[in-house]
């Protein structure tokens, strides 16, 4: 069955960086893009960047560009999102997301909280 396991996450300070991941099974990880979506605390999922299958194209929220940098490396079925830079309103609930055929698959997700 389809699992998508993010890691990575935790209490960093303004300004400083974190690289989550989300390791993907049970599909054939290269035919799908993927995208990272936060959840903070009181507020709607929102979308906070994409790729597609090759990784050849990025797309970014406004709040993250230039900030964070979306990856991935289909030979290990992993993606990564490097957030440098953060600011206290980067403190979510992160999540792995795809979609494959009808059918939306989330991680778990891995909580990043920015604090001083």
């Known amino acids: 069955q389809v699992q998508l396991v993010e890691a990575g996450g935790g209490l960093v300070q303004p300004g400083g960086s974190l690289r989550l991941s989300c390791v993907a099974s049970g599909f054939t990880f290269s035919w799908y893009g993927m995208d990272w979506y936060r959840q903070a605390p009181g507020k709607g999922r929102e979308l906070v960047a994409t790729?597609?299958?090759?990784?050849?194209?990025?797309n970014y929220a406004d709040s993250v560009k230039g900030r964070f940098t979306i990856s991935r490396d289909n030979a290990k079925n992993t993606v990564y999102l490097q957030m440098n830079s953060l600011k206290f309103e980067d403190t979510a609930m992160y999540y792995c997301?795809?979609?494959?055929?009808?059918?939306?698959?989330w991680g778990q997700g891995t909580q990043v909280t920015v604090s001083s």
């Open positions: 997301y795809s979609k494959i055929g009808v059918r939306l698959y």
């Open positions: 790729i597609t299958n090759t990784g050849d194209s990025t």
